[in-house]
């Protein structure tokens, strides 16, 4: 049964802790739900946003339409076939719970992705990645609802397009789709990725001696901690900018000019170059526009001190741009979904 909320304040539905108001507001508990939803007037005349956990959104605006809070839960084994388990997570499950649990089952191939905020059903939109894998290197498929339609669909990989930090639905399916459950292939006998220097580091810390997936979300866990800012204690929604692929040309032209650069070789032959390093170099770490900061650990993530509205974090990142782009000709791109 759906209860469509008017005028409803998303302050506490986005890590940001920005102010907003959306004219109607229903959270889902159940694909029936939406099939109830979808016949509503207020669906039928309504501009839509599908909401998760709200760690990767800055509301500038109030919102003039529907907001659809998707809280669908359940985690199920669908397959499994030589050294692969398919795992189907319902949209609405927190994306951690759906780590902890893989971990308890000592299923392999989400570990190095530990504590990144969110729901399962954001997970595609944007590839989450850390620590040496993204969701593309475990994803098998997704089921979505076409909002227009109400047509159920399904994404395979290659339909999803997924790249660094994208996919088709922040492009083609931008607020097309509500996706209602992601599966996962994942690894029945794990095997570990500590390609990411600072995780042997920390493993080398932890004085682990034989090496299980616990330890490597407990190592991420601890590295992560140590770094980001919580959103529970300052507003955030992690890296707000991409880091940048530059031509090697550019890099090498920067790398003569800044012999400190931090930057990736990339497969094609670009560089990625650290987005933090360039707005550090840019004298912004720590620095404040009234209420919206530059975090003083991490300069690619910009913090809500206080009140800010989601317009001063907006100027404060159009700022990061402008001063990072002066000073080294390079364009940083949002990664933050702007509404
Ligand atoms: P939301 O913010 O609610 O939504 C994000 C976008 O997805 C919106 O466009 C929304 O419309 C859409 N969406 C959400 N759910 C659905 C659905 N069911 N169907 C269709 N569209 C949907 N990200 C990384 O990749 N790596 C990191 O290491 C990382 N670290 C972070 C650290 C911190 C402290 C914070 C605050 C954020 C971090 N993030 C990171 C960003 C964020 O956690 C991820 O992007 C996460 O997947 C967002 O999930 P969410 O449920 O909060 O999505
Ligand atoms: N750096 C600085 N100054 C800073 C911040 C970083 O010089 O203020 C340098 C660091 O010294 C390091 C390099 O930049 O040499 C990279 O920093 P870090 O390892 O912290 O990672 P990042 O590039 O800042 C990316 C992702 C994170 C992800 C981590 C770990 C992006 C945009 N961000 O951050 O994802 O957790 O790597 O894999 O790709 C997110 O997307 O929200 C996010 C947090």
Known sequence: MINILQNYSLKKLNTFGIEALTKHFVEINSEKDFLELLENPIYKSSEKFILGGGSNILFTKNFDGLVIKNAIKGINIVKEDGNSIYVKAAAGEVWQDLVNWCIGKNFGGIENLSLIPGCVGASPMQNIGAYGVEIKDVFEELEAYDLQSGKKQTFDNSS??????????KHAGKNKFLIVSVTFKLFKHPKFNVSYGAITEELGKMGVKELNIKHISQAVINIRSSKLPDPQKIGNAGSFFKNPEVEKGVYEKLKSQNPQIVAYA?????????AGWLIEQSGLKGHSQ??????????LVLVNKGNASGNEIYSLSEYVLQTVFAKFGVKLEREVNIM
């Open 266 to 274: 990339l497969q094609n032959g670009n560089y990625k170059l650290a």
């Open 290 to 299: 009234g209420e919206a900061g530059v975090h003083y650990k991490q300069a």
């Open 160 to 169: 999803c397009k997924f790249g660094y930090r994208e996919s088709v639905f």
